[in-house]
């Protein structure tokens, strides 16, 4: 009989899909019965896991980080036929669990996972161990940040790229504080609205931080963008998720204000500025 030992604890990066597909089993379809896929032994009863999902849009964007379910292991990795389901008709690798804590009901988005945690995860593994500590904090954040997708305008889930992430704000604009938008544009910044009467920029990223990625910061002067005609007005960010306090907190150096539009969403609050 195996000793009993204290839980380890891990992340697991699959697809979106294949989570939805098989909620709290990690699966591989790509290695042979004759050879178990790499990390896949390391996971024993009563371990927890995080279920990990990167989305992409091009590759202007970073990629959202999605979190889709803890999982305790009640079945170690075992070679047989996958549960039926729209994915994959077949055999695989698994490693099977039941809920860890509240389930969730939807993906949640989260800040860039190697920024949350501040230290790089993912290798060429599939399933990468982290601390206690690191499982709670995401299990944390996850809980408080849980939003209600059909509260979400259009295409309730969380918006994948700068695109959709402007197709809410179009729908909702007025719920969320922004009296009129006078202009959306391709180039920077995206946006001129008014706000408690008052004209400004405003530059939308998925994640907030993006804003200096993309150099943004180089073409605003005392947090002011001066336009076409020689007019300057004040810039903001409105992200769908506000990851620049994650760290530094270099954003506000450039810009007036920055807002998360989940957060809006979620507390039911307005721009304010």
């Excluded at 988005?109 to 599939?126: D, E, H, V």
């Excluded at 904090?137 to 402007?166: F, G, N, V």
């Excluded at 995206?190 to 150099?215: I, Q, R, T, W």
């Amino acid at each position: 009989m195996r000793p009993l030992r204290d839980p380890k604890y891990f992340i697991v990066k699959h697809g979106l899909d294949a989570f939805e597909a098989l909620p709290n089993v990690i699966w591989n379809t790509e290695e042979k019965k004759t050879r178990v896929p790499r990390g896949f032994r390391r996971v024993a009863k009563g371990d927890r896991w995080i279920s990990f999902a990167y989305t992409t849009s091009d590759n202007r964007e970073r990629r959202l980080s999605l979190i889709a379910g803890f999982s305790q292991c009640t079945q170690e990795v075992d070679y047989d036929k996958v549960p039926e389901n729209d994915l994959y008709e077949g055999s695989a690798w698994m490693i099977k669990g039941k809920p860890y804590g509240q389930p969730l009901r939807d993906a949640v988005a989260i800040p860039p996972i190697q920024t949350f945690l501040s230290k790089k995860i993912f290798g060429r593994n599939t399933i990468n161990e982290i601390s206690r500590k690191d499982f709670d904090r995401i299990q944390r954040y996850t809980t408080d940040h849980w939003l209600d997708p059909k509260k979400i305008p259009l295409i309730e889930r969380a918006p994948r790229s700068e695109q959709e992430l402007l197709a809410i704000i179009a729908s909702c604009h007025k719920a969320i504080g922004i009296e009129r938008i006078l202009r959306v544009q391709t180039r920077f910044p995206d946006m001129l609205v008014k706000v408690n009467g008052k004209e400004l920029h405003l530059e939308l990223e998925v994640y907030s931080s993006a804003f200096l990625d993309h150099d943004h910061n180089k073409q605003v002067r005392e947090r002011q963008f001066k336009d076409d005609n020689g007019v300057r007005k004040p810039v903001a960010v409105l992200s769908w998720i506000d990851d620049d306090g994650v760290k530094d907190k270099k954003l506000k150096r450039y810009v007036r204000k920055v807002y998360a539009l989940e957060t809006l969403i979620r507390e039911g609050e307005t721009i304010r500025w």
